[in-house]
C-alpha cells in the first residue's frame, strides 16, 4: 500500500515547464536588497496601478496595436510572440511530404509526423514479427507550443481536451525525436495540457479547470503570449486613451508599466514562468489565470527551491532564472537593482548575429572596458569576439528537455567561481527546509495556508524523502481544519487504507466519497473509492463509480480498463465486449486492453477466461 499512496502522491505532483520566455517592459525600476524571505505578508497590498484591481477586463493585443504599431512589430518578431501557433508553422519545416519516422528505444513503437494536404498528423503504430501492423492511432496536429529556439512540441485535440504528441522538434539538431518524458515510458498522444504549463505557452488559454486536460471552447481566447502578460487587463486603458482622457499624475495608471513598479514586483512578472522548478503551489481559491501583473506573485503563487548544500553540483538552469541570478555578485554588489528587464527588453529581441553586442552593451551601463581583466586581443580573438554574456553566463544542458541548453543566469567573474556565502543561508526561522522564492521582502511574516503547503509539499517529497514529515504537518493541519480539498482528502483517505484494518478502510471510502463530492475528478480517486465498493461486494456501485468516473474523464485508459474488467466480473459479457472496443477505439495502443479482449471474446461469442478484478 505504501507503493499506492506513493503513486497517488505523484500524480497529484503538479510542475510547470515552460520554455519560452516572460518578462516585463524596458529596463529601470527600483530594487530592494536581496530579499528576506519571510512568509507571506500581514497587510494588504496597495494597488499602484489601477488595472491591477479585480474586474478590469482583457481586450486582446490586437487593440493595443492600433496605437503602438511600432512596438506591435518588434515584439512580433520576439520568440515569446510565436511562443504558441497553429500548425501552419510546421509548413516552415523541410521534409514532412513524407513521414518522418522515429522508433522508441524501450519498446516496439514507431511515430511518425507528416504532412496530408494542408493538414499535419502524428501517428504512432506497433508492427509484428511479420511486419504488419498491429495498430495504427493518427491524430490530427492542433497546435504548435514553443518558439522554436529550443524547439517544440504539437498538441492534439480530443474532443473538449489537449493532449501533448509524442514527438516534438529540437532546433538545435534539426530533428524530430520523442518528446520530454516519453523516453522512458509510452505516453502516446494521453498526456493532457494542464493549467500550470499552459498559462506560461500561452496568451489567454482557457483550461476548464487546473488538470486534467479539458479546455472551454475555444482553447485559447488569445493563442500566443501577448502585450496583457506582463502589462495586465488593457480595458481601463484603451478606453481611457481612446476618449483622451486626462492624465492622473505623471504617470499613466490605467496600465501597468513594469519599469515603474518596486523592482521585486517587477521580478514577480517574470517569476510567474521562469521561477520554478522544484515546487509552485497555488494559494487556496486561486487558479494560475489570477496573477495581474502589479500585484505581488505571492497572493497567487507559492514558490519553493530546495537549499542548497555545500558540494552540489549547479542544478538544471530549465526554470532557474531569477534564483542564480540574485547570487551573482552583479545582483549582490548592486543592492539588488540588476532586474530581469535590466538586460531584457520583451519587446525587442536581438538576432543570433547582433547578441554579443546587445548584451555587451547592457554589461558596460554598469561595467568599463577596463573592468575586464582579459586582455583586448585575447577578448578579440574568441568566437564570437569581445562576447561578455557568452564568457560569463555560459549555456548549460538542460537534464530535462533532450538536444537542448540555456543560458546559467548566475553571472560570473570567472569559470568555478564559487557561490557566494549567501547561498548557504537562505531559509528563514519559519521555512528552516526550503526557500520561499516570491516571499514579499521586508513585510511581517503571514504563515502560509496549510493547502499551500500540502501542495507544495507534494511535490517536494517526490524529490526527496526527508520532506516526508512536512508533508505529514500539513496534511493533518488539513484534517484538523476539515479541508474540503479534494486531493488532500482523497491522500487522507488513502493513508487510512494503509492501515489495513477494516474501520479504518470505511473512513477511507468516505474520505474518497467526500473528495468526489468536492469536485474530484482524478480518476485514481474513482478507482480506490469502486475498489472499497468491490472489497464491500457492491460491485454494481463500483461500475457506477467507474461510470462517473468516465464522464469526468472521457480519456482515461485506467478507467476503461477498470470497467471492462467489473462488466467482466458479473458476466456482462455485452457490456464487457462493448467498454473493450470503445477502449481500443480510443486507445489502439493499449495492448493490455487488446489482450483482454482476445480473453474475453472467442468464436461463437460467449465469455472466455475471466479477467482479474482489481482489490
Known sequence: MR??????????????????????????????????????????????????????AYVGSKACAECHGDINQSFMKTDMSR??????????????????????????????????????FQSEYEPDADGKEVFRDEQKISYIMGSGANGFTCLVRRGDYLFEAPLSYYSRTKEWNLSPGYESTDLSFSRPIEGDCIF?????????????????????????????????PGALHVKERRRAAPLRGNIDRSIVNPSKLPGWLADNICMYCHQGLDARALM???????????????????????????????????????????????????????LCITCHDPHQQPTAREVPAYYRSKCLTCHTEKSCTLPLPARLAKTPPNDCAGCHMAKQRVQQISHSSLTNHRILA???????????HMTTPEFPDLVYIDAIPQAAPKPIPPLTLFRAYSQLVQLNSEYAAGFDA????????????????????LKLMSADVPQARTSAAEYFRRALAAGSTDPQNFELLATFQVQSGKTQDAIATIQRGLQANPYSPRL?????????????????????????ELFPEDSYMRSLLKQTENPDGKAGCRPQVPR
Open 3 to 56: 507503493s499506492a499512496f506513493r503513486q497517488v502522491v505523484t500524480s497529484l505532483v503538479v510542475f510547470a515547464f515552460p520554455l519560452i520566455a516572460l518578462s516585463a517592459l524596458t529596463a529601470g525600476g527600483q530594487q530592494e536588497p536581496l530579499p528576506q524571505h519571510s512568509a507571506a505578508h500581514s497587510k494588504p497590498f496597495l494597488v499602484e496601478f489601477r488595472n491591477a484591481a479585480p474586474g478590469v
Open 83 to 120: 511562443a504558441m501557433s497553429l500548425p501552419s508553422k510546421l509548413k516552415e519545416l523541410p521534409g514532412l511530404d513524407h513521414p518522418v519516422t522515429v522508433k522508441h528505444p524501450k519498446a516496439n513503437r514507431y511515430y511518425q509526423v507528416y504532412r496530408r494536404g494542408a493538414d499535419f
Open 200 to 232: 506560461c505557452h500561452s496568451g489567454r488559454p482557457q483550461p476548464a479547470e487546473e488538470r486534467g486536460g479539458k479546455f472551454k471552447s475555444p482553447p485559447f481566447l488569445e493563442l500566443s503570449i501577448g502585450c496583457e502578460i506582463c502589462h495586465g
Open 284 to 338: 487556496p481559491g486561486k487558479g494560475y489565470a489570477d496573477f495581474r501583473p502589479g500585484t505581488p506573485l505571492a497572493d497567487t503563487l507559492a514558490i519553493f527551491v530546495l537549499p542548497i548544500r555545500r558540494g552540489e553540483p549547479p542544478g538544471d538552469p530549465l526554470l532557474q532564472h531569477f534564483v542564480p541570478k540574485t547570487l551573482s555578485q552583479c545582483y549582490v554588489k548592486s543592492g539588488g537593482r540588476l
Open 414 to 424: 570567472r569559470a568555478g567561481e564559487p557561490l557566494p556565502e549567501i547561498a548557504y
Open 474 to 493: 500539513a496534511l493533518d493541519s488539513l484534517a484538523k481544519a476539515g479541508s474540503d480539498d479534494p486531493a488532500a482528502l482523497m491522500i487522507m483517505g
Open 560 to 584: 476503461y480498463r477498470a470497467l471492462a474488467a467489473l462488466y467482466v466480473a458479473v458476466n456482462a459479457h455485452d457490456d464487457a465486449l462493448k467498454t473493450m472496443k470503445k477502449d481500443l
